[in-house]
Structures are given as structure tokens and as C-alpha cells.
């Protein structure tokens, strides 16, 4: 804020200038003293707040919107702290649910397009959250990842983005490889906090030295603790805990007993950690999490500040968002009550831009650069025969290393002895023994590994994404070589995307060409889009609640044990990559 804004806001609030908005009658929720006020207004002048109190009649003109609330409940924009925003759907599409609940402000990952689009795809992607009708602020990538070719930032680009306003600091980075690789994380870690920018942390799993020695790196925050004596671990350590309340997992009804470990709550944040297409179209986005904590048993108050204040202490960004006062930026919502948090009036930078759950501003529609929309590079159109399992051994069987899922997230290392006939190990789809291979599509383009995968549940047919975690990869997992070179070709075909394949023809598909993660559709025709993989893939025998999510983090590199990328498995107890045979 300049000089001569505060010189506007010092007219409004003095009475020689008439405000922009004023929402008068209200009972105000105080994030700062945890108080609710009765009979409270506030005035505006342009994106900032002029003044609050029981009497703004001064700042009233001619000129100014008045919102009578009523007595209705005035409360902060929500903020969430960690999303991730570069998936399945565009800002646009995203915002038109997202913001008419009352989220004002969301901090984003992006390591998603970096993975495969480098430095210019951040930059595309960032471009595409400006002048939107709510605010983005965005991490740096720190890039852990099963693939060595996509393993860290460049300090080049690291610097590029640091010295961005947007960016408040360097994202999840996974315990286990910054312990595990510290002379490819700690100079990045350096590198942020020179900049005097925060590192947020991924400590699931870490517990007893382990967690001390992760904390110990210097991360300020961790969205994985999943009961509430992994949140007093961490609080304990001064570590800001995000409640996680997504589609990937749902943990606030468990942590939320919390609340009666009598501690203070103000390093407590909700978050989502991301959001589907169809959750968001049927529950709402900060909303939703802030009913379900009061719900929960958390005083209104306490799950407000969750979700506004504490979250922008936790990035330096109170000066300007998290709270009601003057000087702050008017991000709003007006609900009818403390304890009902359904969005009346959502007021973002001073605008309004929702009533009673319509949008009245429409979201900005970015177009991509050109190479944003071209990041499937691999070079070949993909056969049958490039999924062989060749040994080259001895003797007619061989140990092989599977990936077996213990849920369907959860991996581990099965080891198999498997008969070797032509010289290749083959599936076995009627005992749920299936081919699964990871293609790099932008590192090290064409660059493959097959392996194989037990409890998946495909009885035939192929299944494949190009919105593979951590990595430049397109994952294909299947019963029949033949599909799954279908599958392939058909995201290679579309520059990204879902497919699923069945006895040589496409049975569902979604193309998604940005970055090859997003979708550009319509969000409402995307749910069905995403609905019908789903079904197709029942169809094949796989019952997982979500197959697409189950296949694209088998390349992740959080979840435990056992993973793929183009180089081979991995192995996250010692973080090696490991061949698909026992030598």
C-alpha cells in the first residue's frame, strides 16, 4: 500500500471522503481478541478497509454501497494455506465454485507444472491466478521425486521465483529424501530462507529423532499429521500444523480432539491439500472445512481463525489478509451466524463478488502459451512388445520385485518367483498380477520402465495417466500389452491426459492438455468425464474408491514403501531405485 492510498484511507476514515462499501448492522467476529461484536460496521476504500466500528456514519456518501447485514455474523475471507491448484482443473473453471463460498485468498503449489514444464511453465501457470476475482500467492517447487532427472530446482529458477511477491516461499518437501539426500535439499533450503521465505514441510510418517532432525532443517509447517498427538508432536516444536480436509484425505474429525488437549490453537490452519472436481462441485471448497471443525466440537471462533488469521501469520501476510481492520484488505464474508458458515456476501479486495452462492464476478479465462499446451515429447508411437519383461538370466524362473498395494494409496515390496518362457517374464492378470510402466514425457523423453503390480484389481484392459506425481511421467498400468500401448498413444495423441482401454477401442477418456494435467473443459462436464473413467475402470475389476488417484501417486514420492518412475522402482526406506529383478 503507497502513501497516497493511505492517505484515501485516512479521508474515509475521518468522514471528508465517502467510502466505497459499507456493510453496517452486523455482529463482527474478532479474529484478533476472539470476540463477537455486536452492531458493527465497515467502510471501504477501494481494496482496503477505511474503518470498523459501531458508527461509520461518517464515511457513508452519496456513493458508497450500503449492505444492511441485518445482525447477520461478518467474518474474515477464508485462506487456504495449501492447495494445489495446477490439477485437473483450470483457475477459471476452479474459481467458479471455489470463491463464491467465501475463500478470498489461496496459496498454491507448483511444483506440478515444473515437473514438466520447467521454469516457463510456472511462470505460464502463475500468469493464469492474476486478475482473478480472488487473491493467489504460490510456493517454489522443491521437487522431491522418485526420478533423479526430476529431483530438485534449479538455483536459477529457485531465485527467479523467490524474488516474486507471489511466492511466500519453497514447497512440501518430503522428510524422508531431505534426510535421505541432504546435499540436494539443504542448499536449496539455504537458498529460500536467504530470501527470508518460508519452508513448508511433509513430516508424515516422521516421528521420535527423525522428526527433530526434519525440523531441525528449518520447516515452519506440516499438512500430514493424520491423529492429534502427531499435531501436539509437532506444535511442540513450534511447527504451524495444517488440519487436512481434502479429497486425497480427511483427517479433521480424528485430529479434532485436539481441542481438548488444552493447547493453544493459533498454530492450528485448515487446509484442503487439494481438491476434486466432484468434491468441490458437491461440498464447496474453506467453507465446507470450517462447518465441519465447528461440527467437530471447535468453538466458531477457534475455527475461524483456522481458517483466516492464523493461516496469514503463518506466511507473514497479516499485514494485509486474515483479519477485519482498517488498513487490512477487504476480504469478507457475511454469513447469518457464528456457528452457520454459508456464505450471504463474499466481498474479495473491497468487491463483491458473491451473493447467496452466485458468483457475480466471472473468473478471467488465461490462455496458455503454446508450449504449456505440447508436453507429451515422447517420440515414439508406443507398441506392445515395449512392455516386455526381458531376462536375461539363467534357468527358467526369476525373482522379481512387484509392487503390491496394502491399500489404495499404500505400497510395499512383494518379491515373486515368476517362470520365464521366450525368454520374458510374463502377467498374470487371473491372479491380480499385472504390467505397470512409467515413460518420461519431458526429461528424458521416451525413457521407460515396465514392472509389475499385484492387487490393483484389473482383470483386462489398460489404464493410463499423464498427471503422474513428482515426475514428467505417463503411468500405465494393465492386463494386456496391446491396450496399454493404446492408452499411451492416445495421451501422446491428445498432449495429455486420461485413458482407459479395453480389447483394443478407448472405453473412457479426458483430455488434459495444459501441462498435461488440466483439463480446460467445463467443470461440470469434467465431473462426468472423471465419473465415467471411474466406472470404466470398475468395469476392468478395479474397486478402489478413486482408480485414477490410486494410479498417478504410484510415481509419488511421499506415500510409502514402494514406487515407479522411468529409472526403475524405489524404494523410499533407503531411497534407492532398485531393477525389476533380484539379483
Not at 525440523?215 to 502427531?230: D, L, Q, R
Not at 468453538?299 to 475461524?304: C, G
Amino acid at each position: 500500500m503507497n502513501e497516497n492510498q493511505t492517505k484515501k484511507l485516512i479521508d474515509v476514515a475521518l468522514g471528508r471522503t465517502p467510502g466505497d462499501l459499507a456493510i453496517v448492522n452486523a455482529r463482527l467476529l474478532n479474529v484478533y481478541t476472539g470476540e463477537i461484536l455486536d452492531n458493527q460496521s465497515v467502510c471501504t476504500c477501494g481494496e482496503r478497509i477505511a474503518c470498523v466500528g459501531p458508527d461509520v456514519g461518517s464515511a457513508i456518501g452519496d456513493g458508497t454501497t450500503v449492505i444492511d447485514a441485518g445482525g447477520a455474523t461478518l467474518i474474515p475471507g477464508f485462506i487456504d494455506g495449501h492447495a494445489h491448484v495446477a490439477s485437473s482443473f483450470t483457475a477459471g473453471e476452479f474459481l467458479k465454485y471455489a470463491a463464491r463460498g467465501g475463500t478470498t485468498t489461496i496459496v498454491t503449489e507448483t511444483l506440478e507444472p515444473y515437473a514438466v514444464a520447467g521454469i516457463r511453465g510456472v511462470l505460464d501457470f502463475l500468469a493464469s491466478l492474476k486478475d482473478q476475482p480472488i487473491k493467489f500467492f504460490a510456493t517454489a517447487p522443491a521437487m522431491v521425486s522418485t526420478s533423479r532427472a526430476a529431483m530438485g530446482i534449479d538455483p536459477a529458477d529457485l531465485d527467479t521465483l523467490l524474488a516474486r511477491q507471489e511466492i511466500v516461499g519453497l514447497g512440501e518437501s518430503y522428510w524422508q529424501a531431505v534426510l535421505q539426500n541432504p546435499d540436494v535439499f539443504l542448499p536449496i533450503f539455504a537458498q529460500t530462507t536467504a530470501h527470508r521465505k518460508l519452508l513448508e514441510g511433509h513430516s508424515a510418517g516422521a516421528r521420535g529423532n527423525k522428526l527433530q532432525a526434519y525440523a531441525a532443517c528449518g520447516v515452519s509447517s506440516c499438512h500430514e499429521p493424520i491423529k492429534a498427538e502427531e499435531v501436539l508432536d509437532r506444535l511442540r516444536l513450534g511447527i504451524y500444523v495444517m488440519i487436512r480436509e481434502g479429497s486425497i484425505r480427511r483427517d479433521l474429525a480424528e485430529i479434532a480432539r485436539i481441542k481438548d488437549m488444552v493447547v493453544d490453537t493459533r498454530r492450528l490452519i485448515l487446509t484442503t491439500d487439494g481438491i476434486s472436481p466432484a468434491d468441490l462441485m458437491e461440498m464447496g471448497y474453506m467453507e465446507y472445512l470450517v462447518q465441519k471443525a465447528i461440527d467437530c466440537g471447535f468453538d466458531p471462533v477457534t475455527a475461524v481463525q483456522m481458517a483466516t488469521l492464523n493461516v496469514a501469520e503463518h506466511f507473514g501476510l497479516d499485514d494485509r489478509i486474515g483479519g477485519i481492520a482498517p488498513g487490512k484488505t477487504a476480504d469478507m464474508v457475511l454469513i447469518p451466524a457464528p456457528q452457520i458458515i454459508q456464505a450471504m456476501v463474499v466481498v474479495s479486495s473491497g468487491r463483491i463478488i458473491a451473493r447467496d452462492g452466485t458468483l457475480e464476478m466471472a473468473p478471467r479465462k488465461h490462455v496458455f502459451a503454446a508450449e504449456s499446451l505440447n508436453t507429451i515429447r515422447i517420440p515414439k508411437k508406443y507398441e506392445p512388445s515395449d512392455f516386455d519383461l526381458p531376462f536375461h538370466g539363467d534357468g527358467d524362473t526369476a525373482t522379481v520385485r512387484v509392487i503390491e498395494m496394502v491399500t489404495d494409496l499404500v505400497t510395499r515390496e512383494m518379491r515373486l518367483e515368476l517362470g520365464v518362457s521366450g525368454g520374458k517374464v510374463q502377467s498374470d492378470a487371473a491372479n491380480d498380477l499385472v504390467k505397470i510402466a512409467a515413460i518420461d514425457r519431458a526429461n528424458l523423453p521416451g525413457s521407460c520402465f515396465t514392472g509389475l503390480i499385484k492387487g490393483f484389481g484389473l482383470q483386462s484392459g489398460a489404464m493410463a495417466c499423464s498427471a503422474a506425481w513428482d515426475t514428467a511421467c505417463v503411468v500405465v498400468v494393465g492386463a494386456d500389452e496391446t491396450d496399454m500401448a493404446l492408452c499411451v498413444n492416445r495421451i501422446r495423441e491428445m498432449q495429455g491426459g486420461a485413458v482407459v482401454c479395453n480389447a483394443g477401442r478407448v472405453a473412457a477418456e479426458l483430455a488434459m492438455p495444459v501441462f498435461g494435467l488440466i483439463s480446460e473443459l467445463p467443470l461440470e462436464e469434467l465431473v462426468a468425464r472423471l465419473k465415467a473413467i471411474r466406472q470404466a475402470a470398475a468395469d476392468l475389476g478395479v474397486s478402489f474408491p478413486d482408480p485414477l488417484l490410486t494410479l498417478i501417486a504410484l510415481t509419488g514420492a511421499a506415500i510409502p514403501f514402494l514406487r515407479i518412475c522411468e529409472e526403475g522402482l524405489v524404494n523410499f526406506k533407503d531411497g534407492r531405485t532398485v531393477d525389476l529383478f533380484v539379483a
